[in-house]
């Protein structure tokens, strides 16, 4: 998209890399959640069975999981997905008062994207190396002390817990807010929204825009 | 063209850099998870198990510290047979073999109690368990022992699963042809009609689905000593005394 279309109503907030990125992420998740719940889950393991083959498939599609963000990285469509990374990775003292006032303050100067936002994407980019180191300890254990697929075992469990809640109150948010799914569904967002809720970030775009860089895709 | 923002307001620039320092924070948690999360596991099982106990949701035992059994099988789908298809064949270099049904372990055999801690190797461990079952030293007296005999093997009907113990191990008190545990039957998905206790050994030697006993004079190959031997755990899985770990013992 250019700058040309910028300018009418509708904003790009995330490119096709980042939204392909983020299908590819939530489609493995859900496989991994579905396997890892019935592997674990001593009701669930007995009504489904063929444990065998759900391991395998959770272990394929965990194999699988660091490469849509390798493949993301790896060439020069990666422009919009660094500067999001850069924007979900700094924080300021504004995104402290937002958090700590629950939402409240730090309006003012809203960026791209809120503290809650900016921890989702942190949290799940540091889960994403854990559950893959952890699930490879788990799975090829022998040249390890047992104690370590103890721990392994110990590490992978209560993290996908926890990532399970996080993933599910960020899909109840994305359901409860319209434009935020169209976001990434479709990659844009009104101009209206962009500059009556972010307008740190509509400044950002409206500095790109002067200085005629594109902004994405 | 009208620009977005008439009037750019001042933002804040002492942004710091949060997200790299929390995932590398994560990573170090994570690694330290690895190294000493069997300590941690082993603490907040005593912690947890009077929750779990008096949880009437059980949701707390879907907790991973907590004390609960994980169901573990290394076959395709749950192997499955009813109570009345159920026969257990005892075998091999004895007297007299033997082919039992639910009702001969059941009534017409001199029964054991026994309440021992069930410790996986993987780590986590369940407190109290209650066992009901026949001796499998009753059994081996029954059908008579040929002299030269040196173990015994156990047959899953998994079909894959195998398990030894020595003749010595076997004939131990605390281990026990098991039809009952936690106070009901053993449900499938713990190994049911019948499975083997072997109460001082870590969980792998107390084989589920039991199918066949078979009193041997050697081990060979290549079911023997066992499924997870053969993968390169100990064949005497004395509790705390196996395995590089040191849990304390179940026996």
């Known amino acids: 998209m250019t700058a040309t279309a910028l300018d009418a109503n509708e904003v790009v907030r995330f490119d096709r890399v980042e939204r392909w990125l983020h299908w590819s992420n939530a489609s493995l998740f859900l496989v991994l959640l579905a396997t890892g719940m019935t592997l674990y889950i001593p009701a669930l393991s007995s009504l489904v069975g063929r444990r065998v083959l759900l391991k395998d498939i959770h272990v394929i599609s965990g194999l699988l999981l660091p490469l849509p963000l390798l493949a993301a990285y790896a060439g020069s469509w990666r422009g919009g997905l660094r500067r999001d990374v850069r924007r979900l990775s700094r924080w300021s003292v504004e995104d402290r008062r937002w958090l700590t006032s629950r939402g409240r303050r730090g309006q003012a100067t809203m960026g791209k994207f809120n503290a809650g936002q900016k921890l989702?994407?942190?949290?799940?980019?540091?889960?994403i190396p854990l559950l893959f180191v952890t699930g490879s300890i788990m799975k090829w254990f022998s040249p390890f002390p047992l104690a370590w697929r103890t721990g392994a075992t110990f590490v992978h469990d209560w993290l996908a817990i926890a990532l399970a809640a996080v993933i599910t109150v960020h899909i109840l948010k994305a359901l409860s807010d319209p434009v935020a799914l169209r976001a990434m569904l479709r990659g844009t967002v009104p101009r209206a929204v962009v500059v009556r809720h972010h307008p740190r970030w509509a400044a950002e775009v409206e500095a790109e825009r002067q200085d005629g860089t594109e902004s994405s895709e | 063209m009208e620009p977005i923002v008439p009037d750019p307001p001042v933002f804040p620039v002492e942004d710091r850099p949060v997200g790299r320092r929390v995932v590398l924070g994560m990573l170090g948690l994570g690694g330290l998870g690895v190294l000493f999360g069997a300590k941690v596991q082993s603490g907040m099982a005593a912690f947890l198990s009077p929750l779990t106990r008096n949880d009437r949701t059980g949701l707390t035992s879907l907790l991973p510290s907590s004390d609960r059994f994980r169901i573990y099988s290394v076959t395709e789908s749950m192997p499955s047979r009813t109570d009345a298809q159920y026969r257990l064949v005892v075998d091999g270099a004895v007297d007299q073999s033997l082919e039992l049904d639910l009702a001969d372990l059941r009534d017409r055999l001199p029964q054991t109690n026994l309440t021992r801690d069930f410790q996986c190797v993987t780590g986590w461990?369940?407190?109290?368990?209650?066992?009901?079952?026949?001796?499998?030293?009753?059994?081996?007296?029954?059908?008579?022992?040929a002299p030269d005999a040196t173990h015994v093997r156990f047959y899953s009907f998994d079909g894959v699963y195998t398990e030894t113990l020595t003749l010595e191990q076997a004939q131990r008190d605390d281990v026990l042809v098991a039809h009952e545990m936690l106070g009901g039957p053993v449900t499938q998905p713990h190994g049911g009609p019948v499975r083997l206790y072997v109460a001082p050994m870590y969980g792998y030697k107390s084989l589920k689905w039991l199918d066949r006993i078979e009193v041997v004079r050697a081990l060979d190959a290549p079911t023997d000593p066992g499924y997870w031997e053969n993968l390169g755990y100990d064949t005497d899985a004395w509790v705390g005394e196996s395995n590089g770990l040191d849990d304390a013992p179940t026996a």
């Not at chain 1, 989702?120 to 889960?127: E, L, M, Q, S, T």
């Open chain 2, 125 to 145: 461990r369940v407190a109290d368990v209650p066992w009901r079952g026949v001796k499998l030293a009753d059994l081996l007296a029954t059908v008579g022992v």
């Open chain 1, 120 to 127: 989702n994407a942190i949290f799940v980019a540091g889960c």
